[in-house]
């Protein structure tokens, strides 16, 4: 046994130290101290899969009882009999309280429920113990870090922190994480994955409250702070403009511009390299730990849709293929689809993609959103309508939908 880590808990957060024996693949015991309490987080090659804790609420009989799980007049009768030290989860098998798959089950829970704790200490000391297995009878836990992270942070309601969090609603936020591998192993809430897909590096915290068009920004701004604690997304110092920008250039970042109303399609980039697609194992217990309005993206898509939007000049059609899960489009340079005309608003309507194809979101811009000629706020999109902002007119078609 040897200690290869400690800190300072006023220096670095719980969710920074996770991350970093994460990444080093980890096998030990995570010692956290404060003055009135001594958490143990047991990691299994990186992955946090036990936890005990000093703390009277953390002890499996008041979780139970506070979850509604046992009664507390059941639990102190079946206290009161013989058992052996620390062994409560054996009596309540004993008197039938429950069942094995529930005892393993809450087990798993109390396990989350120590290590969430530990999310919103701001003083104590921690040091890690390399090669320390967890207790060879214990239910240990088999979670995606990232999944733990993003549920332990959604617990955390630090409002009255965002200001000292982001201090300038200028930065820019960019992914850190691979969305193609969040899409498919990661559980978001709908609010979440909306904010998410937002997210492109060129657009700053104060454009992506905007597009969320949420009266409540702190809401916003919480989920993106908790974006950040799960390392999903990272801020940036604001993105300087060009001093000479033509509306006409394709964006580096590879946003396809409109001017005039015409799509410009920029040339593939170079040596694109995606990374595999990484799908939960069977067992993980994800769906025992997080919240039920927590879903994986292709969890609850039962077809796939296959849509363009297209503009016809001068005779000449020219195709969008929309391949992403959000469009923002408007006057500002920061929208993936760029109109440049002062009739359209600096950010005038959004694209998301549904079930059914896309839907059609009006950002609360000064002349609206039509389709069809009809002005709406959100509306889903058939093949053959045509979508008005400001003088452009888009048609809207869909190429093709599987049956399932």
Same mark, same amino acid.
């Given at each position: ?130 090669? @320390? /297995?967890?207790?060879? !009878? &214990? +239910?240990?836990? #088999? ?5 733990? *992270?993003?549920? $332990? ?87 300087? @403009? /060009?001093?000479?920008? !033509? &509306? +006409?250039?394709? #964006? ?5 511009? *409109?001017?005039? $109303? ?143």
């Amino acid at each position: 046994m040897q200690k290869i880590l400690e800190g300072d808990l006023s220096k670095i957060e719980v969710p920074d130290v996770l991350t970093f024996l994460n990444m080093g693949h980890r096998t030990g015991v995570l010692a956290l101290e404060r003055s009135e309490q001594e958490t143990k987080l047991f990691f299994r090659d990186g992955r946090p899969v036990y936890a005990t804790s000093t703390r009277d609420d953390l002890r499996l009989g008041s979780m139970l009882v506070r979850m509604g799980k046992v009664q507390a007049d059941v639990l102190e009768k079946v206290l009161s009999g013989p058992r052996k030290p620390g062994r409560i989860g054996h009596a309540l098998l004993a008197e039938n309280v429950l069942s094995e798959a529930e005892l393993a089950s809450l087990l798993k829970v109390q396990v989350s429920e120590v290590i969430f704790d530990t999310f919103a200490w701001r003083a104590g000391v921690f040091s890690f113990w390399d090669g @320390v /297995p967890p207790p060879s !009878t &214990a +239910v240990t836990l #088999d979670m995606d870090l990232q999944n733990l *992270l993003m549920e $332990g942070v959604r617990r955390i309601d630090e409002r009255d922190r965002l200001s000292e969090v982001f201090p300038d609603l200028e930065m820019a936020v960019e992914a850190v994480a691979n969305p193609e591998r969040v899409k498919h192993s990661v559980t978001l809430t709908p609010d979440e994955w909306k904010v998410f897909f937002l997210v492109d590096g060129r657009r700053s915290l104060a454009d992506i409250c905007r597009l969320v068009a949420n009266p409540d920004d702190l809401a916003t701004l919480q989920i993106l702070h908790n974006l950040v604690l799960a390392k999903f997304v990272a801020v940036a110092p604001p993105v300087p @403009v /060009p001093a000479a920008e !033509t &509306a +006409v250039a394709a #964006d580096p970042r590879g946003t396809h511009k *409109l001017h005039d $109303g015409k799509p410009v399609v920029p040339a593939p980039p170079v040596a694109v390299e995606f990374a595999a697609v990484m799908r939960p194992r069977p067992e993980d217990d994800t769906r025992e730990i997080v919240t039920p309005k927590a879903v994986q993206y292709l969890g609850h898509v039962g077809k796939v849709t296959v849509s363009r939007l297209t503009l016809v000049v001068a005779g000449k059609e020219t195709s969008f293929p929309l391949t992403r899960d959000t469009y923002t489009l408007g006057r500002h340079r920061n929208n993936d689809i760029v109109i440049s005309d002062p009739k359209v608003s600096s950010f005038h309507a959004r694209l998301d993609r549904s079930p059914e194809g896309f839907l059609l979101v009006d950002l609360k811009s000064r002349n609206g959103s039509y389709v069809n000629g009809e002005r709406i706020e959100s509306a889903q999109l058939n093949t053959g309508d045509e979508v008005r902002l400001g003088p452009a007119l888009i048609a809207y078609k869909v190429d093709y939908i599987s049956s399932s």
